[in-house]
């Protein structure tokens, strides 16, 4: 069965600190990826996505993420995060050409002033 | 971006009653919604895929009866829980694809359940 892992749930981080959220996929075939954001009190919303070419795909807000299909991972990075950037990050896979978007459990990311 | 709205955004009811939820997207249509759940402290789960004018898709373990959900135009696609109890108290998130394009969801604010 399909599966998404993130295997941070709880990050913790000074502003300007680098950032980086883990986010491995289970599925084997072509896959598009996404990480998804959700403010407090917010809806989720689209961070970036993947669906092919540069693996290296830049984001809104400074967040990058890089594919790596060899380890059937999506990380997200950001190299300086701000206060601003506290909420809850969801990794999301959607099998090409499927339906069915899988989501990762959600990590939380407190980013102190 | 795409905008998908949801009604009511929270709803408490008593046991045995039943609960509509709307999910409308407003500025584009979507021949396909999606119905998620989400727990506390866990990421969505996927119940059920709508689609526009036909039956809609459950996920395992997803009770169909208990979860009704009607597409009936391009924009609309509603949720009813029937005859809640209090282990459906929860949040329902709706999702719309594009209809062109790349595959991408857009999300629906949610809706806070709790039975009483």
């Known amino acids: 069965a399909q599966s998404v892992s993130q295997h941070n749930h709880h990050v913790i981080l000074s502003e300007a600190a680098s950032l980086e959220l883990g986010c491995n996929y289970s599925y084997g075939g072509t896959v598009n990826l996404f990480w998804y954001v959700q403010y407090p009190g917010q809806h989720l919303q689209l961070l970036l996505k993947?669906?092919?070419?540069?693996?290296l795909v830049k984001g809104i807000k400074g967040f990058e993420a890089e594919f790596i299909k060899s380890k059937f991972s999506f990380n997200l990075r950001k190299p300086s995060v701000q206060w601003s950037d506290t909420a809850e990050y969801f990794c999301?896979?959607?099998?090409?050409?499927?339906?069915?978007?899988?989501f990762g459990s959600g990590t939380k990311l407190n980013v102190k002033p | 971006g795409a905008v998908v709205s949801q009604h009511p955004s929270r709803v408490i009811c008593k046991s045995g009653t039943s609960v509509k939820i709307e999910c409308r997207s407003l500025?584009?249509?979507?021949?396909?919604m999606f119905w998620y759940r989400q727990f506390p402290k866990q990421s969505l789960m996927l119940m059920a895929t709508?689609?526009?004018?036909?039956?809609?898709?459950?996920e395992q373990g997803v009770e169909k009866d208990k979860f009704l959900i009607n597409h009936a135009s391009l924009t609309l696609s509603t949720l009813t829980v029937t005859s809640a109890h209090p282990e459906d108290s929860s949040f329902y998130i709706c999702?719309?694809?594009?209809?062109?394009?790349?595959?991408?969801?857009?999300f629906g604010p949610g809706t806070r359940l709790t039975v009483l």
């Open positions: 993947y669906f092919s070419g540069d693996p």
């Open positions: 500025d584009f249509q979507a021949t396909t």
């Open positions: 709508s689609n526009e004018g036909s039956k809609a898709t459950y």
């Open positions: 999301a896979v959607n099998r090409n050409n499927f339906n069915k978007f899988y």
């Open positions: 999702s719309a694809r594009l209809v062109v394009g790349y595959n991408e969801q857009f």
